[in-house]
């Protein structure tokens, strides 16, 4: 999406009041910042539902901005991850640490969990890697841990 001046300008003063924060895209292979396609999440979700309270809740992407937000508030720098055919949900930094986050509402069916977990065959590094759901079957693989989003937000750090 190309954004004119005027939009740029309104998503930085909404940025600067708090309301969104940016994740920049991360080029996982080149290892180096995108200056393009920024993603914008909430930092309060309750100002998602205001007059929107006759569209589908989307769950998924609920789901996406609480785990953005809660790896932020660990301190660690967030970015979206670009990969050739796709993106990796989430690159989290802190110093010299990096690990990959995959979000999805519940891995129902196979072709989701092929997503989730196929999104990871580009990123060829051994750094971790996670995928977080709702659900409460372990459907680790790979060396891809899958967590479920409670025990996510629940851990000690």
Do not use: C, W
Request: glycine residues 6%; without cysteine; hydrophobic residues 40%.
């Amino acid at each position: 999406m190309i954004y004119s001046i005027v939009q740029l300008n309104y998503l930085d003063h909404i940025q600067t009041s708090l309301i969104v924060s940016k994740a920049q895209r991360y080029d996982i292979r080149g290892k180096q910042l995108l200056t393009t396609l920024d993603k914008y999440f909430l930092t309060d979700l309750g100002l998602g539902r205001i007059h929107n309270s006759g569209y589908k809740l989307e769950m998924g992407a609920m789901l996406e901005n609480i785990v953005y937000n809660e790896l932020r508030d660990r301190d660690y720098e967030v970015y979206v991850g670009k990969i050739p055919n796709g993106e990796v949900d989430f690159v989290a930094v802190k110093g010299d640490k990096r690990e990959y986050y995959q979000v999805a509402y519940y891995l129902a069916e196979q072709s989701v969990i092929d997503r989730e977990f196929g999104a990871f065959k580009a990123v060829a590094d051994n750094y971790p890697k996670y995928v977080i759901s709702m659900d409460k079957f372990d459907f680790s693989r790979d060396g891809i841990v899958h967590k479920n989003v409670i025990a996510f937000l629940m851990e000690v750090i």
